[in-house]
């Protein structure tokens, strides 16, 4: 997939992880200025480092999006050093434990007595269900606010949000996680409509399970081995195997170029091997 980015200038939260940094590294092959934000600024360093190293233009800049003034600093240093944003990439996000239910069904045993290391529904924690809503709903939100607004007072521009399978059907164990990525698929329509007025084009790409340093001990073992949550995956994924990253990087483009994708606005794009379409059956 060759598109020609030269001149534009792409933000990329979360762009300090796996999945985010080869995006990052996709759009500078592309031509484009890109400023890596992660909540770690040595993470965004590193992945700005190795774009530079082969030829692109890159910075990293360490940034909370879950913090207004973090992000406003931060959209300072891109517009000083790079220029105004013309691609917004709202890849931050995640899940944490204490929105997890520990097992896949309720049953009356759970409920009898209070199990050591079983965590029920009625179990959850607010505050850790908040956190999940926060990160990733928020952490879409106020960075788009932040560096659409130049954008919708210049010449427009892109925006790609990352939603995932749960948003389609939530998986078991991880109501806060699925509940909010099924905000971010409907966030994205809205906006597309929203800022249709003022030439920025809203779509989101929804990947299916691939290994990251977030999900790497969900799914497999120490020795490499697959866990039964990740046995169950694979048997549900009719490809039969896990994304790779770069997986990622043609749909990403696609979406971004706007002489093959300029009347396409408000899709929720999946990339997961098939298994959205399967029923298991």
Request: hydrophobic share 45%; charged share 15%; net charge negative.
């Amino acid at each position: 997939m060759k598109v020609d980015l030269t001149g534009k200038v792409a933000v990329v939260t979360g762009g300090g992880g796996i999945l985010c940094g080869v995006m990052a590294k996709a759009l500078a092959k592309s031509g484009a200025k890109v400023a890596i934000l992660d909540l770690r600024q040595e993470a965004a360093q590193a992945v700005a480092d190795e774009i530079n190293a082969a030829g692109g233009t890159a910075i990293g800049i360490g940034a909370n999006v879950l913090e207004l003034e973090s992000l406003q600093a931060a959209e300072k240093i891109v517009t000083e050093k790079l220029g105004i944003c013309d691609i917004l990439i709202n890849g931050a996000g995640g899940n944490n434990p204490k929105g997890t239910t520990s097992k896949e069904y309720l049953t009356k045993e759970d409920l009898a007595a209070k199990i050591e290391g079983v965590t029920t529904f009625f179990d959850l924690d607010p505050a850790g269900i908040g956190f999940v809503f926060n990160l990733n709903f928020l952490g879409t939100l106020l960075p788009t606010q932040v560096f659409a607004r130049k954008m919708a007072e210049g010449n427009g521009g892109n925006i790609i949000n990352i939603s995932s399978m749960n948003a389609f059907c939530p998986l078991t164990k991880i109501p806060a996680y699925s509940g909010a990525k099924a905000a971010i698929s409907n966030f994205t329509q809205w906006l597309a409509v929203h800022f249709s007025k003022v030439n920025i084009r809203v779509n989101a790409i929804a990947p299916g399970f691939f290994l990251t340093n977030q999900n790497r001990a969900l799914l497999t073992n120490p020795d490499g081995s697959l866990t039964p949550r990740g046995n169950t995956i694979l048997s549900h994924t009719p490809m039969g195997k896990f994304g790779e990253p770069e997986d990622l990087n043609g749909a990403l483009l696609f979406l971004l170029d706007d002489e093959a994708a300029g009347f396409i606005n408000g899709v929720v794009l999946p990339i997961d091997g098939g298994f959205a379409a399967f029923s298991g059956v």
